[in-house]
């Protein structure tokens, strides 16, 4: 009796999109000499969002993501919540005690934006300043052509016989050999997401932390192995590995 176990090539898999696959860019600096165990209050900057993405011929979707705002809102939010022992503050909130304060200059000009004169103020009321940009948060199709593949498979063979003093032996043995296997035409999906931290030294600006993550997950866009999660689990966890590298957190 034969039985043929077929074993493929496991990065044969990966290029038919038969499993899903990951790809990660981590990038991360510190200004040593600053000393992030005196910090206090955080300023939090509004999230930017910026709709480049990491396709330049346009097709990413990044720009068509539903409610990609207050989703990823609710996923820092979620997140500030668990780094306790500081006061975190808003630029509305540092705009209105510098307004109402006696000690401000008539001649100062405090709008709503990041003016000169409100980056002089700050330091008053925070410590730090954190920016958050997202760069992609969004998925693209790829259409990739059928094609065949020369690949490796295990036949399970038994084996047996009569040594010369007379003793029957039996056993089983593995004999690679190679097929060629012909894989249709599909789509592949990417689900992507890109986040960057940057915190600077409200008394200097100069930048004391950067931190930037950027992943990429593609499958076959109809297989039974699609993530439904979309690229929401991907930034989440670009989120939870940036959360554990702040480098305030005591």
């Known amino acids: 009796m034969r039985t043929a176990i077929r074993i493929f090539i496991v990065m044969i898999c990966i290029l038919s999109g038969i499993f899903s696959t990951a ?3 981590q990038t991360e600096w510190q200004e040593n000499a600053y000393d992030f165990s005196k910090v206090k209050t955080i300023l939090i900057m509004n999230t930017e969002f910026f709709n480049d993405g990491f396709d330049s011929s ?5 720009h068509n993501y539903p409610d990609a705002q207050e989703k990823i809102g609710k996923m820092l939010a979620s997140r500030w919540e668990k780094v306790t022992g500081f006061h975190y503050v ?3 909130y540092i705009i209105e005690k510098v307004k109402a304060d006696p000690n401000t200059p008539i001649d100062t000009a405090i709008g709503s934006d ?3 004169d409100l980056m002089k103020a700050i330091p008053k009321y925070a410590d730090l300043v954190l920016f958050t940009e997202i760069h992609d948060f969004g998925w693209f199709y790829e259409h990739y052509d059928s094609y065949y593949s020369t ?3 295990i036949d399970r063979v038994r084996y047996g016989g009569v040594t010369a003093d007379g003793k029957a032996y039996s056993g089983w043995m593995e004999v690679p050999r190679s097929v060629v296997v012909h894989y249709d035409a599909g789509y592949r999906i990417y689900d992507s997401a890109d986040l960057r931290f940057r915190i600077v030294d409200s008394r200097t600006w100069k930048d004391v932390w950067k931190y930037s ?3 990429d997950r593609a499958s ?3 297989g039974k192995e699609y993530d439904h999660s979309g690229p929401e689990s991907v930034m989440k966890r670009i989120l939870n590995v940036a959360f554990d590298k702040l480098p305030f957190k005591k």
């Open 151 to 153: 690949e490796t498979v």
């Open 114 to 116: 990041l003016s000169e």
């Open 213 to 215: 993550d950027r992943r």
């Open 23 to 25: 790809l990660a860019k």
């Open 90 to 92: 808003t630029l509305p």
């Open 220 to 222: 076959s866009a109809f």
């Open 58 to 62: 346009g097709k990413n979707q990044f």
